[in-house]
């Protein structure tokens, strides 16, 4: 996601998928979205110039590739510039990330050349996708890596955007990597933010299988480098994993707007929120993090019995309100439908006191988390650490209130109001 200072729209580029009711016909070439207010998005086409597609699918004597994920565009330099990932195969760690310019966000984007490349590496190297681009002042990093060997950062040249090195094998330095007896995998799907108004570099990360058990966690330091570390302290190279700020979560949903031919329908959640971008507005002056995130609904589930696991196989963008607690973020339980998010007054606090549904995440535990509900005060420590604001209610369909914050314990958590 970005904010175009040029057209004045925010635009959304995406992982080549597309779902055949979309009437799509493009099958490569990054897709790219277009919005005024963050909440209603068109379909503009794809971005990848015919040229740059030919030359991003060239595996020399390996069938070509198939799609290209998870790009990162940022206007720098007066040009716009496209990070994305090509790979040998789906699950090879053999790949590279390319760097596009174009003159316009809507593109066409032309190959400038290769600023990261593991073809030719076992799997304790990085895998070359993921992009995501920090600025420290007026250095230019490149945040990337997937499972095997973690997620690395190299400097890259702030004019070019091309490898500092001017070599696209140099992988860089490992800011993240799982324990060697993690029971759930991980990391991939980076992405670093600085906040200037806590003095700390945030590390977002992904663990657990994309189709189902997926999530978001978080890290912090205070150099765009590292090292990277959890709410106890531990570095998220083979020690911790960060706070885990989202995963599979289903709050109630009383009374569904289903048409009559969907009598049997029920609600089944959201299931692996990740591989999320923080994103900062200079409209609202507001922060966000979209991700992806998969329809619950049985009828969606396809068990893989060769992996013996789900997979949820619709899904959708979600950009979620951040929120900075004491100098950590946390993520609004609902996605943003253009709230202000004012704080809500102290009489209206007290209206709150009561039964909340409430969601917690555990740091180990992936499976889909149900909410409870649970008798809050003003004094609790879910209201005393976490923030309040009033939105649309997803699930249900109206407004209401939530909470999100993080315990005493170190794991985030929200709320809704039960009205």
Known sequence: MMWDPVTEKYYSYSTDVYQPEDGLTEKIGIPVRSSKDLIHFEYEGIALSQKAIKEGRDNGEYPQTVNFWAPYVEYTHGEYRMYYSATKAFGSSESRIWLAVSKHPLGPFENRGIVADTWGTDDTAPNAIDAHIIWDNERC???????????????????????????AKELGNCISRKAKKSLIDGPEGASVIYAPETGYFYLFQSYGWLGDTYDIRVGRSRCVTGPYLDWHGNSLVEEGMGIKLAGSYQFEAVNPRVGKAKKDWKW???????????????????????????????????YEEAEDRDSYQIHYMMIRPMFFINDWPVFGAEPYQGENFEPVSKPDMEKLQGDWELIIFDEFDNNMKQSKVCTLDKESEYFQNGIIYSCCDIENQKKGYVLAGIDNLGLAYWGKFVV
Do not use: C
Request: aromatic share 18%; charged share 20%.
């Open 268 to 302: 089944g959640g959201f299931r692996g929120p990740g591989h999320g971008v923080p994103f900062y507005d200079p409209q609202s002056e507001h922060y966000y993090f979209v991700h992806h995130v998969r329809d619950g609904a049985k009828v969606n589930r396809i």
């Open 141 to 167: 990093y490149l945040v990337y890596g997937s499972f095997f060997g973690g997620i690395y950062i190299k400097e890259l040249d702030a004019t070019s955007g091309l490898s500092l090195s001017n070599d």
